[in-house]
């Protein structure tokens, strides 16, 4: 997934990120099934999501050479 919009300068970076398709909002988890947070994210750029079908959970991927 290509994020292109950064997140604005002074946005409290304990809020999750969630992402909305189709009129549904999806929360984002990463390792552990922790929340993925403001905290979490670098910048805009290419990042790498696995959506499980079956357990509705949309994961970041990490980790990945």
Do not use: C, H, S
């Amino acid at each position: 997934m290509n994020l292109r919009q950064a997140i604005p300068t002074g946005t409290t970076t304990t809020l999750p990120i969630l992402f909305e398709t189709n009129g549904a909002t999806q929360e984002v988890t990463k390792f552990n099934g922790d929340p993925l947070t403001v905290a979490d994210i670098a910048g805009t750029g290419v990042y790498q999501f696995w959506f499980e079908r079956d357990t509705n959970t949309l994961q970041l991927m990490t980790g990945i050479v």
